[in-house]
């Protein structure tokens, strides 16, 4: 919630798992509060590090929502609030009324009746690049000294590629536009689900939760209940049990994952034969013309093994759950995956087709037979209920990017990106 310190907004963040009030260091020394030591003791923060403390703010009028509180705030090097109120001044207030589900507490103070209402959410603001930069770099404190990433996506429920449609492909594309739309039911049931046979005598996996610092508590709960909503995990009752891992996407976003390796350790590992690149590539001699399409989350686009699913049950801080679909992680399902391509589009590989797990390049030798060669790919994803991501697709292009190389009807080279860090690299000019 927002309070006030000498008139100046900080963030406060009422905490009844803090057992001491705190203050941020960079808030106390832009408010230039007088400080006095104290007995150095450590403070574990959310993220699981341990912080030294041995400074003090004695008696500082905290204002929040017109009620002022007198309160000693020991100073912490503290990201993300200004202000943390724990059970240090939580037993001050006597008997509280608190509703966390509408984050509202009340209380008797001093004989007034006081209600102070949480925020839910913080309130996004518009802000230009010359204000990013002064918040970037001001010293200033109360508006949230934290930078986020906004990201404006374009919606990828319908069928938007990032590039220009030649006229003739248009007809096809809206043919099957059904493909690049995000599905709303479960895979089907197929000859090829993913397996997970354990070696013999392994007892249940069950790895302990990591832990997890505030912000990652709730970023967890949105994927999860995402995942709920899709039907691509339930609630579970298993005696398997695998962690959680949040990893970070390069649009600024978290990726789940589940942390696999006890089980994985634990299964015998498929012998399904991988291709290589190299091979891959030897089909596309004497093409010119060539779309590229991308599974839309391809692994969660095959279900488990009936039999396995508890398995795959993992543990949150605030549940445990079990994947219907094939998670991220698991030793086998790159094997699993490049099975079930290979079955459902058998008939056409190495005649137009070549598949590397979920990248499926289709090459021709003209438009006139690209086109009746997109056309029988499209059938087989339509069939086999197979969705694809339009802003990762490319059509009918004479030059395309394909498992880091540049095909066109020249042959193939390597993409300049994936080496540029290495040939713009400045010499050394000294023996060090």
């Known amino acids: 919630m927002l309070g006030y310190i000498s008139s100046h907004p900080v963030q406060v963040l009422v905490d009844s798992g803090s057992t001491n009030n705190f203050i941020s260091r960079r808030t106390a020394q832009f408010l230039k509060l007088p400080t006095s030591p104290t007995t150095l003791f450590r403070v574990r923060v959310g993220?699981?590090?341990?912080?030294?403390?041995?400074?003090?703010?004695?008696?500082?009028?905290?204002?929040?929502?017109?009620?002022?509180?007198?309160?000693?705030?020991?100073?912490?090097?503290?990201?993300?609030?200004?202000?943390?109120?724990?059970v240090q001044w939580l037993e001050t207030l006597g008997p509280i009324l608190t509703d966390w589900s509408k984050l509202h507490m009340e209380f008797n103070y001093k004989g007034h009746q006081i209600h102070l209402q949480g925020e839910s959410k913080p309130n996004a603001k518009a802000i230009s690049s010359a204000g990013l930069n002064k918040l970037i770099t001001s010293k200033g404190v109360g508006s949230s000294y934290m930078c986020f990433t906004v990201l404006t996506p374009e919606p990828d429920n319908t069928l938007s590629p990032p590039h220009t449609i030649i006229p003739s492909l248009q007809p096809l594309l809206q043919q099957f536009q059904i493909l690049f739309q995000i599905p709303s039911t479960l895979p089907p049931s197929r000859t090829i689900?993913?397996?997970?046979?354990?070696?013999?005598?392994?007892?249940?996996?069950?790895?302990?939760?990591?832990?997890?610092?505030?912000?990652?508590?709730?970023?967890?709960?949105?994927?999860?209940?995402?995942?709920?909503?899709?039907?691509?995990?339930?609630?579970?009752?298993?005696?398997?049990?695998?962690?959680?891992?949040?990893?970070?996407?390069?649009?600024?976003?978290?990726?789940?994952?589940?942390?696999?390796?006890?089980?994985?350790?634990?299964?015998?590992?498929?012998?399904?034969?991988?291709?290589?690149?190299?091979?891959?590539?030897?089909?596309?001699?004497?093409?010119?013309?060539?779309?590229?399409?991308?599974?839309?989350?391809?692994?969660?686009?095959i279900r488990v093994h009936a039999p396995d699913i508890h398995k795959t049950a993992f543990r949150t801080h605030h549940g445990?759950?079990?994947?219907?679909?094939?998670?991220?992680?698991?030793?086998?399902?790159?094997?699993?995956?490049?099975?079930?391509?290979?079955?459902?589009?058998?008939?056409?590989?190495?005649?137009?087709?070549?598949?590397?797990?979920?990248?499926?390049?289709?090459?021709?030798?003209?438009?006139?037979?690209?086109?009746?060669?997109?056309?029988?790919?499209?059938?087989?994803?339509?069939?086999?209920?197979?969705?694809?991501?339009?802003?990762?697709?490319?059509?009918?292009?004479?030059?395309?990017?394909?498992?880091?190389?540049?095909?066109?009807?020249?042959?193939?080279?390597?993409?300049?990106?994936?080496?540029?860090?290495?040939?713009?690299w400045p010499p050394p000019n000294n023996q060090r």
């Not at 993220?47 to 500082?60: F, H, P, S, Y």
């Not at 789940?256 to 012998?271: K, P, S």
């Open 47 to 86: 993220n699981g590090a341990a912080l030294q403390c041995n400074e003090l703010c004695k008696e500082v009028s905290l204002s929040i929502q017109s009620h002022s509180f007198a309160t000693d705030l020991f100073v912490l090097d503290l990201e993300g609030s200004d202000v943390v109120l724990g």
């Open 193 to 301: 689900d993913h397996r997970i046979p354990l070696k013999k005598g392994t007892d249940a996996i069950n790895v302990r939760p990591y832990r997890y610092p505030r912000f990652q508590k709730n970023e967890i709960e949105c994927l999860v209940a995402d995942l709920l909503q899709s039907g691509a995990i339930r609630p579970s009752q298993s005696a398997f049990s695998s962690p959680v891992l949040l990893v970070k996407k390069k649009d600024g976003t978290w990726r789940f994952c589940v942390d696999y390796r006890a089980l994985n350790a634990a299964t015998i590992r498929d012998r399904f034969p991988i291709p290589t690149v190299d091979e891959l590539l030897d089909e596309l001699h004497g093409a010119s013309v060539f779309s590229k399409l991308d599974l839309r989350s391809g692994y969660h686009q």
């Open 320 to 424: 445990h759950f079990e994947f219907v679909v094939m998670p991220f992680g698991l030793c086998n399902a790159p094997s699993t995956f490049q099975a079930l391509m290979n079955e459902v589009f058998q008939p056409l590989l190495r005649k137009f087709v070549v598949i590397f797990f979920d990248d499926i390049l289709i090459y021709s030798c003209s438009l006139e037979a690209h086109l009746q060669h997109l056309q029988q790919v499209f059938q087989i994803l339509h069939d086999n209920q197979l969705f694809v991501k339009s802003s990762k697709c490319t059509f009918a292009a004479s030059e395309i990017a394909f498992l880091g190389h540049i095909i066109s009807a020249a042959g193939v080279a390597a993409d300049p990106s994936k080496f540029s860090a290495v040939s713009t």
